[in-house]
C-alpha cells in the first residue's frame, strides 16, 4: 500500500537536513513533514534527524507540543529513528549551554567530549563500533565505519543499559546508538556513512524484507584517518563550470590560448570519488573571492545534484563573506552560507574573509561575533565550519626577522635560509597578508573553526608531497582536527603525513583527477602501515 512507502520526517527548521532528505528518496521511499504533533502520532515510521543545538530543539519541541507527541510515540513503541541530537534529546538532560532538560526517556546526562587528553574535539570522522545487543538496523555494520560528527556525547552507564545497542570509543565509551523495542536512535550519521549507512536506513525503512543476521562484534576501532578528494572548480572562458587544477594556484594552461585546465565535471568526478571510496568531498569555488556565488547558480546546482547520490560529507568553499550586489541588495555571509547549506553541503569553508577576521581578533583581542566564521558557527554549530588556510613559505636567515611563528626548516631555503614563517594569503593566493599561518590558526579556533584545511602554495600540485614542517607545525598548534592538503603525488605521500604529524586527514586533486592514483590505492597502503582507514 501506499503508506508503506511514506516515511514522517521531524525537520523543525534548525538547519540541513537536506542529506536525510536525499537518502530516504534514495532508498525509494516518499516523504511526508511533520507540521503538527498528530503528524507524529498518526506516522507509520518517524525519522528525527535533530540539528542545531540541544537547547534550542528542545525549546522548538515544548513550544510547539512535539516533545509530549514524542514521548508518546516512543512510549507506545512505534517505529522511530532518531539520528545524531536525535538521539542526544531522549537522555534526561545536555551540558550543552546547560544544563538544559531533554525528552527524559533515558536515564543519563549528555556532556562534552574531553579534549585534554589529545583527543581533538568535535569528534569529527568515521569509527567502527562495538556492538552490544541486537540491535537489527546494525546488522550489516559489522566492522565497517560510520561517520559521526558531534562535541557531546551519552555515555553507558547501569542506568541506561537496557536500552543501548552499540557503544564507540573517543578517549571515552560513548553510546553510538540505542534501541528498545521500535525504538532506534543512532550518534553516527546513516546518511552520510556511505553504504553501510544507508543499509542502516533501509532496515529501518524495511525491517521485514532484509532478513536478520547474526550482530558481529566489531573490531577496537580508533578515529580512521580521512582521504579526502578536492575538486577546484570555476567558470572557464566559454562559460562553462569545470573542475580545474593548479600548479601553484595557477589554474590556466601555459599555451597560446592560456585556457583554465579542464579535468573534467564537478558533478561526474564528485559521483566517481565517492563510489572509489574518498572519504569525504570537497568543492572549492575558486573565483568566489571576485564572483558572487549566489549569482553563481551552477555551484549551487553542482551541490543539489551530488548530494542526490552522494553520501559521505560534502564540504563548499568560495565567496563566503558579505557582500552587495550592482542593484544594492546587501547579502550576509550567513545567506551566502545558508544557500550552500539548503543546497547540500554539510560543512563550508571559509578562506579569505577568515583571514581578516583573525587579523582583526589579534588585533583588537576582541570577539566581536561578527564575523562570517562566528555567525556561522553560531548558528550552524563549529563542526560545519571549515577554515581554509593558503599560506606561502617565506624563508628568512634568522628567527627573529619577523613577528610571526617561525620554524627551522628541515631543507633549506635556496639561499641556504634555515628558517621559515608560513605567510597567510588572500584571493586565491594573489595577496599576502600580515599574519602567518600559526597565528591564523589559532585565532580561528578560537573565533568558531570547527576544522582547519591547511593548503601550502609552494606544494601545490608538485606531487612532491605534504610540506611536513607547516602540518606539523599547525596540527600540533590547536586542537581541532587539521586536514593536510597540497603536494600529494604517491601513496608513500599520505603514510608520511600521518606518521610525522598530527593531521586528521589528508586532502588531494591532482593525482585523484589525472588518475594517476586511485583512492583505493590510498587506502590500501595506509591499511598496509598500519594506520586505520574506512574500506
Ligand atoms: O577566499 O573564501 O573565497 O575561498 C577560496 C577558496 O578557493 C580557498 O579555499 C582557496 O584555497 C581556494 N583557491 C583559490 N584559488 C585557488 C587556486 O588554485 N587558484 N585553490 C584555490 C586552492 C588548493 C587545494 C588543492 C590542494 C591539493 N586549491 O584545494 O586542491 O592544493 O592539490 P594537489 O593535490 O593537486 O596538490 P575564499
Request: proline fraction near 4%.
Amino acid at each position: 500500500s501506499a503508506s508503506n512507502s511514506v516515511v514522517t520526517l521531524l525537520d523543525y527548521g534548525a538547519g540541513n537536513v537536506r542529506s536525510v532528505r536525499n537518502a530516504i528518496r534514495y532508498l525509494g521511499f516518499e516523504i511526508e513533514d511533520v507540521r503538527t504533533p498528530k503528524d507524529i502520532l498518526n506516522a507509520e515510521r518517524l525519522i528525527f534527524p535533530g540539528v542545531g543545538a540541544f537547547a534550542s530543539a528542545m525549546d522548538v519541541l515544548t513550544k510547539t507540543g512535539m516533545a509530549e507527541a514524542l514521548c508518546t510515540y516512543i512510549k507506545n513503541d512505534r517505529p522511530f529513528l532518531g539520528i545524531c541530537l536525535g538521539l542526544q534529546l531522549l537522555f534526561e538532560s545536555s551540558e550543552e549551554n546547560g544544563p538544559v532538560n531533554g525528552l527524559g526517556l533515558i536515564p543519563s546526562v549528555v556532556g562534552r567530549f574531553n579534549s585534554s587528553n589529545g583527543f581533538r574535539v568535535p569528534h569529527i570522522g568515521w569509527n567502527a563500533l562495538q556492538v552490544a545487543k541486537d540491535s537489527e538496523i546494525l546488522d550489516d555494520i559489522g566492522d565497517h565505519h560510520v561517520y559521526f560528527v558531534h562535541s557531546y556525547r551519552a555515555m553507558p552507564s547501569d542506568d541506561n543499559k537496557e536500552w543501548v545497542s552499540s557503544t564507540c570509543n573517543y578517549g571515552d565509551d560513548f553510546i553510538a546508538s540505542i534501541r528498545r523495542g521500535n525504538a532506534h536512535a543512532v550518534q553516527f550519521h546513516p546518511e552520510k556513512s556511505g553504504d553501510v549507512g544507508l543499509s542502516v536506513l533501509r532496515r529501518f525503512l524495511n525491517p521485514k524484507s532484509q532478513g536478520t543476521k547474526k550482530p558481529t562484534q566489531g573490531k577496537a576501532s580508533k578515529l580512521a584517518k580521512r582521504v579526502i578528494a578536492c575538486l577546484d572548480v570555476r567558470t572557464n572562458d566559454k562559460g562553462d563550470l569545470v573542475v580545474t587544477k593548479g600548479d601553484q594556484y595557477d589554474v590556466r594552461e601555459h599555451t597560446k590560448e592560456n585556457e583554465v585546465r579542464n579535468l573534467g565535471k564537478p558533478v561526474e568526478l564528485a559521483g566517481q570519488y565517492y563510489k572509489d571510496g574518498a572519504d569525504e568531498v570537497s568543492f572549492l569555488n575558486i573565483t568566489g573571492f571576485r564572483d558572487f556565488p549566489l549569482g553563481d547558480l551552477p555551484m549551487l546546482e553542482v551541490l543539489r545534484h551530488t548530494s542526490e547520490n552522494v553520501f559521505v560529507p560534502l564540504t563548499v568553499g568560495g565567496g563566503i563573506r558579505d557582500f552587495t550586489d550592482a542593484n544594492g541588495r546587501h547579502y550576509s555571509s550567513l545567506e551566502v552560507a545558508s544557500e550552500y547549506f539548503r543546497s547540500g553541503a554539510d560543512k563550508i569553508s571559509i578562506g579569505s574573509d577568515a583571514v581578516y577576521a583573525g587579523e582583526e581578533y589579534i588585533k583588537t583581542k576582541v570577539k566581536t561575533g561578527n564575523s562570517s566564521l562566528e555567525q556561522i558557527s553560531r548558528v550552524y554549530g563549529n563542526q560545519a565550519v571549515v577554515v581554509s588556510i593558503d599560506p606561502r613559505r617565506v624563508y628568512l636567515k634568522s628567527p627573529n626577522d619577523v613577528q610571526f611563528k617561525t620554524i627551522s626548516v628541515t631543507k633549506p631555503g635556496p639561499s641556504g635560509e634555515e628558517y621559515a614563517w608560513y605567510q597567510c594569503t588572500v584571493n586565491g593566493g594573489r595577496e599576502g597578508r600580515p599574519i602567518g599561518a600559526y597565528e591564523l590558526a589559532k585565532a580561528v579556533e578560537e573565533l568558531g573553526a570547527g576544522e582547519i584545511l591547511l593548503n601550502c602554495i609552494d606544494c601545490d600540485g608538485q606531487g612532491k608531497g605534504f610540506d611536513i614542517d607547516l602540518i606539523k607545525l599547525i596540527s600540533d598548534a590547536v586542537s581541532i582536527p587539521v586536514i593536510a592538503s597540497s603536494g600529494a603525488g604517491a601513496v608513500e605521500h599520505f603514510s608520511e603525513v600521518f606518521v610525522k604529524t598530527n593531521a586528521s586527514a589528508a586532502l588531494a586533486a591532482g593525482i585523484f583527477h589525472r588518475k594517476e592514483v586511485p583512492i583505493q590505492s590510498v587506502k590500501g597502503h595506509l591499511l598496509e602501515e598500519g594506520i586505520e582507514v574506512r574500506i
